[in-house]
């Protein structure tokens, strides 16, 4: 009974929250799969309140980076990023391919991976429409690709709801994290890279410059200024505040204020602010955290600590099976099952980060495989761009893996 419950569970919060394609389906996926685990005995009030009090600190954490990005995107500041990409069109379109990785890349991780995928990829679009009048069709989905693979491996903790979940529970610092996972995170994109730019080779070997004219971009306000040195601030003092083991999420509620006052200065109120905040994905996270749990109490989890256990290559077996569970059943739930997994085979950062890096690029299989992935899917719709799933698969079968291959081995590098 107990078993069918746990994945009765797992399947209402991973079903509900991938196939309602409403905003709060997060929220109501995660509710309701709660309710059911209580209902049936996986979970008492004693288990939820342990949740609460182990997921507080990088909930709020999470929420602050929200609305810091929040705060930089009503102001202009990340449509400003348009407006770098423009002078780059004026050659072969390649340079412009490249540009508009990079920078995506630089956005994930600076803010998050979310914020890079669904706030840059509508702004790639207009600029692609306007300064390609007659051919941006052609360019309009290598060019959506880009922006999706750029946000791969969160080089830093905090550019991934749940790396940052996972790594606290782990008790992964963010130093550590960042030492071990930027050079990850840069050897994923540099192959991503690669490999992006040789399957849309003949798309991107168009040599004719951009033909029609971007509008020059206002200046930005004195308020967005400030914006840009309280993200400075918190970017600095993240790896001091780590070091003196100080509280993370204070320095993100700090940065989040001092965003909110300086919008407001501009006259965007806090509301403006609030509702760019993804507050559906708060529950989804906790949701998340529970049904993992269960799932621990029947077994399933003692199932991936002996694959883990028994094998000979840890890091890569921890890695596959992150990728491939986190395509079939979503990233969230499946990061956690990988961790209390490791936990049970008596693993240690390396195994935790291996699993990370398999769930930040395992999404890239299957449109399933993360909310940002289908809220992507979704803006593309929007846009008249088509992406079927035949040609998203094929893509993340052939850049996935070198990807992945690539990842693995500067972490192994790294952690020796």
Do not use: K
Not at 138 to 164: H, I, Q, S, T
């Amino acid at each position: 009974m107990a078993t069918a419950v746990a994945f009765v569970s797992l399947a209402l919060l991973v079903g509900i929250a991938v196939g309602w394609p409403h905003r709060a389906a997060p929220a109501v996926a995660a509710v309701i799969a709660v309710v059911a685990a209580v209902i049936g005995g996986l979970v008492d009030l004693a288990g939820l309140e342990e949740v609460a009090r182990t997921l507080w600190r990088p909930l709020v954490t999470i929420t602050a980076v929200m609305a810091m990005t929040a705060a930089a995107r009503a102001l202009g500041i990340l449509d400003r990023l348009a407006a770098r990409i423009e002078p780059s069109t004026r050659g072969p379109v390649r340079r412009a391919f490249r540009v508009v990785f990079i920078l995506s890349a630089l956005a994930a991780a600076l803010l998050s991976n979310d914020a890079a995928v669904l706030v840059l990829t509508p702004a790639i679009l207009a600029l692609l429409r306007t300064v390609y009048p007659r051919r941006h069709p052609r360019f309009e989905v290598p060019f959506a690709f880009a922006v999706f693979y750029a946000a791969g491996v969160a080089p830093l903790v905090v550019g991934n709801p749940m790396n940052l979940v996972v790594a606290e529970r782990a008790g992964i610092g963010f130093n550590a994290y960042a030492l071990h996972m930027i050079p990850v995170a840069l050897a994923g994109a540099l192959t991503t890279y690669l490999v992006l730019a040789w399957s849309f080779r003949e798309v991107l070997g168009d040599q004719a410059p951009a033909l029609g004219a971007w509008p020059p971009a206002p200046p930005l306000p004195r308020a967005a200024w400030l914006v840009v040195a309280a993200l400075a601030a918190v970017l600095v003092a993240y790896p001091i505040v780590s070091f003196l083991d100080g509280p993370l999420w204070a320095v993100a509620v700090l940065g989040a204020t001092a965003c909110a006052v300086a919008a407001g200065r501009a006259g965007i109120s806090p509301v403006v602010v609030a509702r760019g905040v993804g507050w559906e994905i708060l529950p989804f996270l906790a949701g998340a955290v529970v049904v993992a749990d269960g799932l621990a109490r029947v077994g399933a989890v003692e199932v991936l600590a002996g694959w883990f256990r028994s094998s000979p290559a840890p890091l890569p077996t921890v890695a596959g099976v992150a990728a491939v569970g986190s395509a079939v059943l979503n990233n969230h739930p499946m990061a956690l099952l990988d961790t209390l997994a490791i936990e049970r085979a008596g693993g240690g950062h390396p195994e935790v980060l291996a699993a990370l890096v398999g769930g930040d690029l395992g999404p890239r299989l299957l449109p399933i495989g993360s909310l940002a992935g289908l809220l992507w899917l979704a803006i593309l719709r929007q846009h008249g761009v088509r992406v079927s799933f035949g040609q998203f698969v094929r893509l993340g079968l052939l850049v996935t893996p070198p990807a992945l291959a690539a990842s693995l081995a500067v972490l192994w590098l790294v952690t020796r």
